[in-house]
C-alpha cells in the first residue's frame, strides 16, 4: 500500500508560531499535542469527548475561493492533528496571559469574578474569544450560544455571562440570560427598580477590545494556500496510516481499496468510538481538502450541500434560504435550523459534518429524522459511479448503519424547498435543553389536499425510539387520506403508541416516557397545524391498551491482549504486598464494579492505557449482590453503627395528631463533576524515600499520612502540595488520597516520577459519588398546619466502603428539622452496604438528602391540607430563641428574617395569583413557585477538626507569603486570607502572596470542608499577623511615618524575627450520640430562597423563570465571592434535584461515565432572572470578621426548583382531574414530570410490569 509507506509532514501555526511536524501519529489529538509537546497547558482536558468545552480552542482557516479568512471554536480533544495543514490555531496562551497583558475577553471573566477554581475559564475564554473574531459586537443570544458548549461546575453561569456581556454593544442590560434580555425587541435597558443591584466589578475599569490588536493570520499560510499545489498527505502511526488525498478520484480509489476505513471528516463520531470503545482503524481517508464535498449548488428546486459542509456552514446556508425564500418554501429549512440551534455545542458545529451526521445513523440523530420527513437525497460516489439515495425508511437499516455500499461515499445532500400546502414540524426532547443528544425526536411533514385540510400525505421520522431513525409508516396510513381533525389524530394515537415499541431493556432506558413524548409530538404538531389551518376545535380522547414489542440491542465486544507483551509498559502493581492501599489482593474478593485491582504505569500515557486495557481478570459472580436500598434492607447489609435521635414523645404526637400521613421521596446520588479529575504527580526525591507529591486534594495532610502508612515510611519523608484544584465539592478527600498512595507505590517501585490522571469516565466509574437516599416518613399533624410529631427513616446508599457514609449519616439526624419546631420527632438513619462503588462526601455532606425528605413531608401536609406549602413552612417554622433537637441553643431571627425577605423581595404573594391566573389559562404549559428555608450548621461536629494554622513569612523588600492550611478549589479561600493579612498588617493586598498548600508549612492541616475553611485558617492567619505585627509595634512607635518596607528593613537591622506561625483552636463541638444532645455547630447559616418554573406538561421540559435567594452570611469578607459560592451552589443543587441522574446497569455498571451520558446544569439552565441579596445588618460573634460559612448551605435552596415543578405538576394534575398525593421522586427529570403530569399520552402507554426482559438500568440505587 504506498500511502502506508510514506510520512509527510504537516505545516501550520499555533499562536503565531510556526510549527511543522515531521512525524506524526495519526491517533495525536490536538488537546494531546498541545499540553504533551507544545507545553501549551491552558487548553484543558475535562472529558475528552467533546461535552465539556475545556479544551477549546480557536482555528482559523483560509478560503482559496472566497479569500476569506474564518474563524471557529473547535474541541482540540477531538481534533486530530493531522488535520491541520494549513490550519492557525490560537489557544488560551495566544491571546493573553498574566506574565504579559490579559486579553480583554480574560480579563473581563476575571474580574466579573467568572473565575472560580478556573479550570472551564481558558475554555470559556476561548469559546467567547472566537465569538467576538467573528462578531465585536455581540448580542446577549449570542453570548449565550458561543458558551452553549462549555460546563462550568463552580459559578452558576451569572459572573461569566455578565463579564463577557459587557462586549454587547449596549451592556447595560438586565440580568436575564437567554431568549428574554431586557434590550430584546428595543426595549430600554433597566435603569432603575428590582435588577439595580450594586455593581460587583468596575466596568469603566476595563481594557477596551481592540480587533486591531489581535494576532493576524500567519501571511504565509495565505502565500501556501494561493501558491502550493495541495498533495496528498500520508501519515503513519504504530496502529494507524491516516491519508488525506486532494481530490475526489483518490478519495473513490482509497475507499474502494479500504472499503473499511472511515471517512473521517469531523471526528466527532469515529474520535469517540476509538477513544472509549477502543476501536482501531488501521486506515482513515481524511478528504476534508476535497473540494467537492464542500460544493453548495441552489437550485429551484431546493439545494445541495456538500456531505462535508460542517453543520455550521449547513446553518448559515439555510438561514440565508430562509430569509430569500417566501415562507412557504422554506418550511423544511425552518425545521432543519430548530434541530441545528440546539444540536451539540458551536465547537462540535464547526466541525461536525452534514455528512458525518446522516452517514453515523445515530438512533438520536436530530437531523435524519427531519431529512426523512422532508424527502431529501444523498448523492452516493463510488469508482463505479453515482447514484441518488432518498433518505427515508430504507435508508437507515440498524444502528449506525445505512444502505451506502462499502465503496460509497456520500458526496452531497439535498434539501428540496417546501411546496405550497406543505408544512414540516421539528420536535426534541433531551435531558439538557443543549448540548445534550436528544432522549427522543421527531420529524413531521403533512401535505394537505388543495383548499381543504384533508391530509393527501403525511410523513412522520422519529428518532430515539429504536436501534436507528424509525419512520411511524403505520400511522402515516392512518392519517393520509383524512382530515385534519381531533377525530383523525384520536384515531392515530395507539397507532403511533404501537409503533413506538420499546421493551424495558431498550438502551437509555426511560422507555414510558419515550412513549409518552413521541405522541406528545404528534399532539404538538396536530396543535401547530391546527392553527396553520385555523380549526377551532374541542379535544377529546380516547384510551388504548399495551402492545407488544420488538428491540435490537446494540452492543459491540472487543478482546485484547495482555498487558506484559505491550511495549512502553514500565510496571504492574496489585495490592500484593502494599499495606493499607485498599487495593484487593489478586485473590480476594472484587466489591464492586470500578473497585481498583492493579495500577499499569508506562513510559507514556498512551501505553499505560494500552497495558492497563490489556489486564486480563478472571472474575467469579458474586452470589448474593446487592445494589439497591431494598435489596440491602431486605439482606440486612448495613454498615454500623446506624444513628438514632428523638425529642419530645413522638407516639403520644401521635395519638395527639388529628391527621397522621406516612409517605416516602428517594434522592438519587450525585456525581462530582469537579472539571479537573483526579490529578497528581509524584516525584521520588531520591534520598531516604523521600516523596514531593503534587496534588489535587481538599486535605493534604490525609494523602500524606495515607502514602506514608501504604509505604510504611514516615510523614515527614513525604510532602504534598496542592497549589489549586480544579474543583472538588467533597470529592477530592478520601478518593484521592487512595489514588496518591497508589501513585506513590507506582513511583517507588519504578524509581520514577509517576503522573496519574484519571480519564472522566475512570474518575466517575471509581470514585463515587454523593449518597442516593430513601427517606420514609409518618408525620402527625393538626387542622391548622401544626405538625406535632413526625418519624424520619432514612436509608442512604453508602456503597461497598463505609468511606465518610457514617459520618454522612450523622449529619443526616441533625439536620432533619431544617428551619421547623416539631416537638416531638424522631430521625433514624442507617448506611446500606451495597455492591456499587463506594459513596463520599460530597458538598452538604448528607444535608441536601435530609432537609429534602423533611421538606417534601412538609409539602404533603399542604397537599393534605389543601393549603400552599409555603404556609404549612411558615406556620412550623422556629420562631423564638429555641433548642434544636440535639439540644444546641440558636436564636432563628435571622431566619425569619431571611424568609420574610425572600417573601417580599420575590413578590411570592402576587407571583402566586399570576401563576394560578395563568395556570387556568393554559392546559399545557403550567408554572410553578416555591419558598424554601434553610438553617445549615457550619463547622465540624467531630471538634478536634475546627483548627488551622497558618505560617507567614515577611521578606527583606517587605513582601509577605502567607502559607495556610486550606486548599484553594475555586471557593476563594486564598482571596479571603490574602485580605485578612492586609487588613491585619495594614499592607496592600498586592504585596501578599500565597503560594500553595503544603504539608511541609503547615503540617496536620484539617480538610477544606465544613463550610469551616475561611473560619479556621482565616483566624489563623489572623493570628500569626497580629504577632508579626505586635512585633513591628516599637519600630512604628520610633517612626510612625515610615513606610512599611522601612520598618521591615529596620526590623531585620534590629534582629526581629519576620516570620511567625499563627494557630487557631476552634470551637469544641460535640455531639455524644448516647445521650442525643451536644452542640456540634459553632453556628448557623440561614437563607430562604423562592423560584419560579415553567414546565411544558407534554415533555416535562421546564424552565426556571426566576430564583431570589436571601442569605445570612454575617458581615461578607467578600461579597463577589460569597455571592459567587451562593449562586454556584445553588445551580449544582439545581442539577442535583432536576437532572443529574446516575444509571447503573442490572449488573451495578455505572453507565453514566462523562458529559455525554450525565448532565450537569449549562448555561441554559441558568434562571432567566436571577436576585442573591444579602441579609444586611447581621452579626456572627463565632466567626471571623462576623462572618459566616457560605460554601455549602445554599446547594440545598436549588430544592425549591424541585418544589416548583412538583406545584405546576399539581396544576396539570388537577387539570387531569387528579388531586392528592402523588410519587415524585428526585431529580424532577422531564422523564418523570411529564409522567407525573399524567397527561392524556402519559396515561396512555401502558406501565411496563416486571417481566421476563431485565430492564436496562436499575431504577433506584
Ligand atoms: C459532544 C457531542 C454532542 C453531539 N450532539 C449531537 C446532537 O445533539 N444531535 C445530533 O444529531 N448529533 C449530535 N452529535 C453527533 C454529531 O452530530 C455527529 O457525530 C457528527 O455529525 C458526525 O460528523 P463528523 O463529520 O464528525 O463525522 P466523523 O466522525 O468524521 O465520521 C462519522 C462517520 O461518518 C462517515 N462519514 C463521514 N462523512 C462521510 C461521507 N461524506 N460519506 C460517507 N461516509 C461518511 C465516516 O466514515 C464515519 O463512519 C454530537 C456529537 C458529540 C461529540
Ligand atoms: S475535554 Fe474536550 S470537550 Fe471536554
Ligand atoms: S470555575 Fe468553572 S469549573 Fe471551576
Request: overall charge neutral.
Amino acid at each position: 500500500m504506498a500511502e502506508g509507506t510514506r510520512c509527510d509532514y504537516l505545516t501550520f501555526f499555533v499562536n503565531g508560531k510556526k510549527v511543522i511536524e515531521r512525524i506524526v501519529d495519526p491517533e495525536t489529538t490536538l488537546l494531546s499535542y498541545l499540553r504533551g509537546k507544545l507545553r501549551l497547558t491552558g487548553t484543558k482536558y475535562g472529558c475528552g469527548g467533546g461535552g465539556c468545552g475545556a479544551c477549546t480552542v480557536m482555528v482559523s482557516r483560509y478560503q482559496t475561493q472566497t479569500k476569506r479568512i474564518t474563524h471557529f471554536p473547535a474541541n482540540a480533544c477531538l481534533l486530530p492533528v493531522c488535520q491541520l495543514q494549513g490550519a492557525a490555531v490560537t489557544t488560551v496562551e495566544g491571546i493573553g496571559s498574566t506574565k504579559t497583558r490579559l486579553h480583554p475577553v480574560q480579563e473581563r471573566i476575571a474580574k466579573a469574578h467568572g473565575s472560580q477554581c478556573g479550570f472551564c475559564t481558558p475554555g470559556m475564554v476561548m469559546s467567547m474569544y472566537a465569538l467576538l473574531r467573528n462578531q465585536p459586537q455581540p448580542t446577549l443570544d449570542d453570548i449565550t450560544e458561543a458558551l452553549a458548549g462549555n460546563l462550568c461546575r463552580c459559578t452558576g453561569y451569572r459572573p461569566i455571562v455578565d463579564g463577557c456581556k459587557t462586549f454587547c454593544e449596549n451592556s447595560n442590560c438586565c440580568q436575564l440570560n437567554g431568549k428574554e434580555c431586557c434590550l430584546m425587541n428595543g426595549a430600554k435597558p433597566v435603569e432603575n427598580g428590582e435588577n439595580d443591584f450594586p455593581e460587583l466589578f468596575n466596568k469603566a475599569d476595563l481594557l477596551p477590545l481592540d480587533p486591531t490588536q489581535e494576532l493576524i493570520f500567519p501571511p504565509e499560510l495565505i502565500m501556501m494556500a494561493e501558491t502550493q499545489v495541495p498533495t496528498t498527505q500520508t501519515f503513519c502511526g504504530e496502529r494507524m496510516t491516516w491519508v488525506s488525498p486532494v481530490s475526489l478520484d483518490e478519495v473513490l480509489d482509497l475507499k474502494s481499496a479500504h472499503p473499511q476505513a472511515p471517512i473521517l471528516m469531523g471526528n466527532t463520531n469515529v474520535g469517540p468510538d476509538i477513544k472509549f470503545k477502543g476501536v482501531v482503524h488501521p486506515v482513515i481517508i481524511s478528504p476534508t481538502r476535497v473540494p467537492e464535498l464542500f460544493e453548495v449548488t441552489r437550485t429551484p428546486q431546493g439545494v445541495s450541500i456538500g456531505a462535508g459542509s460542517s453543520l455550521a456552514a449547513v446553518r448559515a446556508e439555510l438561514e440565508s434560504l430562509v430569509k430569500e425564500l417566501p415562507e412557504e418554501h422554506a418550511e423544511l429549512y425552518r425545521a432543519l435550523l430548530l434541530q441545528l440551534g440546539s444540536l451539540a455545542g458551536p465547537q462540535i458545529r464547526s466541525v461536525a459534518t452534514l455528512g458525518g451526521n446522516v452517514v453515523s445513523a445515530y438512533p438520536n440523530s436530530d437531523l435524519n429524522p427531519v431529512l426523512a420527513a422532508g424527502n431529501c437525497r444523498v448523492l452516493a460516489v463510488s469508482k463505479g459511479g453515482r447514484r441518488e439515495i432518498p433518505i427515508n425508511r430504507d435508508f437507515f437499516v440498524g444502528f449506525g448503519k445505512t444502505a451506502l455500499k462499502p465503496d460509497e461515499i456520500v458526496l452531497s445532500v439535498f434539501i428540496p424547498v417546501s411546496k405550497k400546502g406543505e408544512f414540516v414540524r421539528a420536535f426534541r426532547q433531551a435531558p439538557r435543553k443543549e448540548n445534550a443528544l436528544a432522549t427522543v425526536n421527531a420529524a413531521m411533514r403533512v401535505v394537505f389536499s388543495e383548499g381543504s385540510s384533508m391530509v393527501h400525505e403525511i410523513s412522520i421520522f422519529h428518532g430515539g425510539v429504536g436501534p436507528s431513525t424509525v419512520y411511524a409508516s403505520k400511522t402515516c396510513k392512518q392519517i393520509t387520506g383524512k382530515p385534519w381533525s381531533e377525530e383523525t389524530l384520536n384515531a392515530a394515537y395507539p397507532v403511533l403508541l404501537e409503533e413506538m415499541c420499546l421493551p424495558p431493556s431498550a438502551p437509555g432506558g426511560k422507555v414510558d416516557f419515550r412513549r409518552a413524548v413521541s405522541l406528545s409530538f404528534l399532539f404538538k404538531f396536530f396543535l401547530q397545524m391546527q392553527q396553520k389551518l385555523h380549526i377551532m376545535v374541542q379535544f377529546m380522547w380516547c384510551c388504548s391498551t399495551g402492545f407488544a414489542r420488538k428491540y435490537e440491542e446494540w452492543n459491540r465486544t472487543t478482546t485484547k491482549p495482555t498487558a506484559a507483551q505491550l511495549p512502553g509498559v514500565s510496571g504492574c502493581a496489585s495490592g500484593a504486598g502494599q499495606q493499607g492501599s485498599g487495593w484487593p489482593t489478586p485473590d480476594a474478593q472484587v466489591t464492586c464494579v470500578g473497585q481498583m485491582i492493579c495500577a499499569v504505569a508506562g513510559d507514556t500515557k498512551s501505553y499505560a492505557k494500552r497495558g492497563a486495557a490489556a489486564v486480563k481478570i478472571t472474575y467469579e459472580e458474586l452470589p448474593e449482590r446487592v445494589f439497591t436500598v431494598e435489596e440491602a434492607i431486605q439482606k440486612q447489609s448495613f454498615f454500623q453503627p446506624q444513628r438514632e435521635i428523638w425529642r419530645g414523645d413522638v407516639s403520644e404526637g401521635f395519638r395527639k395528631a388529628e391527621h397522621i400521613h406516612e409517605g416516602e421521596i428517594r434522592l438519587g446520588g450525585q456525581e462530582h463533576f469537579y472539571m479537573e479529575t483526579q490529578s497528581m504527580l509524584v516525584v521520588p526525591v531520591g534520598e531516604e524515600k523521600e516523596l514531593n507529591v503534587y496534588l489535587s486534594t481538599q486535605h493534604p495532610a490525609y494523602a500524606q499520612e495515607s502514602i506514608a502508612e501504604t509505604l510504611d515510611i514516615p510523614s515527614n519523608r513525604v510532602s504534598c502540595h496542592v497549589k489549586r484544584i480544579g474543583g472538588a465539592f467533597g470529592g477530592k478527600v478520601t478518593k484521592t488520597c487512595i489514588l496518591a498512595s497508589i501513585t506513590a507505590v507506582a513511583a517507588l517501585k519504578t524509581e520514577r516520577a509517576v503522573r496519574l490522571v484519571l480519564e472522566r469516565g475512570e474518575d466517575m466509574l471509581i470514585t463515587g459519588a454523593r449518597h442516593p437516599v430513601l427517606g420514609r416518613y409518618k408525620v402527625g399533624y393538626m387542622n391548622d398546619g401544626q405538625i406535632i410529631a413526625a418519624d424520619i427513616m432514612y436509608y442512604t446508599n453508602a456503597g461497598n466502603t463505609a468511606d465518610e457514609s457514617l459520618l454522612v449519616i450523622e449529619k443526616i439526624l441533625l439536620h432533619l428539622d431544617n428551619a421547623y419546631s416539631i416537638p416531638n420527632l424522631r430521625g433514624r438513619s442507617t448506611a446500606c452496604k451495597t455492591n456499587l462503588p463506594s459513596n463520599t462526601a460530597f458538598r452538604g455532606f448528607g444535608v441536601p438528602q435530609s432537609m429534602l425528605v423533611t421538606e417534601n413531608m412538609m409539602n404533603d401536609v399542604a397537599l393534605r391540607l389543601g393549603r400552599a406549602a409555603e404556609e404549612i413552612r411558615d406556620i412550623n417554622m422556629y420562631k423564638e430563641v429555641s433548642l434544636t433537637h440535639y439540644k444546641q441553643m440558636f436564636d432563628p431571627l435571622n431566619l425569619r428574617r431571611c424568609w420574610q425577605e425572600c417573601m417580599e423581595k420575590s413578590s411570592y404573594q402576587s407571583r402566586r395569583k399570576d401563576i394560578d391566573q395563568f395556570n387556568q389559562l393554559n392546559r399545557w404549559k403550567k408554572r410553578g413557585i416555591s419558598v424554601i428555608p434553610i438553617k445549615y450548621g457550619v463547622g465540624f461536629a467531630e471538634g478536634f477538626l475546627n483548627q488551622a494554622a497558618a505560617l507567614v513569612h515577611i521578606y527583606k523588600d517587605g513582601s509577605v507569603l502567607v502559607s495556610h492550611g486550606g486548599a484553594e478549589m475555586g471557593q476563594g479561600i486564598h482571596t479571603k486570607m490574602q485580605q485578612v493579612a492586609s487588613r491585619e498588617l495594614q499592607i496592600p493586598s498586592n504585596l501578599i502572596h500565597i503560594s500553595e498548600t503544603s504539608t511541609n508549612t503547615v503540617p496536620n492541616t484539617c480538610p477544606s470542608a465544613a463550610s469551616f475553611g475561611t473560619d479556621a485558617n482565616g483566624m489563623a492567619v489572623k493570628d500569626a499577623c497580629e504577632i508579626l505585627y505586635n512585633r513591628l509595634e516599637p519600630i512604628r512607635k520610633k517612626n510612625p511615618k515610615g513606610s512599611w518596607q522601612a520598618w521591615i528593613s529596620e526590623a531585620f537591622l534590629l534582629k526581629i524575627s519576620l516570620s511567625a506561625t499563627g494557630y487557631y483552636r476552634g470551637p469544641d463541638c460535640d455531639m455524644d450520640w448516647e445521650k442525643q444532645e451536644g452542640a456540634p455547630y459553632a453556628y448557623f447559616t440561614y437563607g430562604a430562597c423562592c423560584s419560579e418554573v415553567e414546565v411544558d406538561c407534554l415533555t416535562g421540559d421546564y424552565r426556571t423563570i426566576r430564583t431570589d435567594i436571601v442569605v445570612d452570611i454575617g458581615r461578607s469578607i467578600n461579597p463577589s465571592v460569597d455571592i459567587g459560592q451562593i449562586e454556584g451552589a445553588f445551580v449544582q443543587g439545581l442539577g442535583l434535584y432536576t437532572m443529574e441522574e446516575l444509571k447503573f446497569s442490572p449488573s451495578g455498571v455505572l453507565y453514566t461515565r462523562g458529559p455525554g451520558q450525565y448532565k450537569i446544569p449549562a448555561i441554559c439552565d441558568m434562571p432567566l432572572k436571577f436576585n442573591v441579596y444579602l441579609l444586611a445588618g447581621t452579626q456572627n460573634p463565632s466567626a471571623i470578621y462576623s462572618s459566616k460559612g457560605i460554601g455549602e448551605p445554599t446547594l440545598f435552596l436549588g430544592s425549591s426548583v424541585f418544589f416548583a415543578i412538583k406545584d405546576a405538576v399539581v396544576a396539570a394534575r388537577r387539570d387531569a382531574g387528579m388531586t392528592g398525593l402523588f410519587e415524585f421522586h428526585s431529580p424532577a427529570t422531564p422523564e418523570r414530570t411529564c409522567m407525573a403530569c399524567a397527561t392524556h399520552f402519559a396515561r396512555m402507554v401502558p406501565e411496563s410490569t416486571a417481566s421476563s426482559v431485565q430492564p436496562w438500568a436499575i431504577e433506584s440505587p
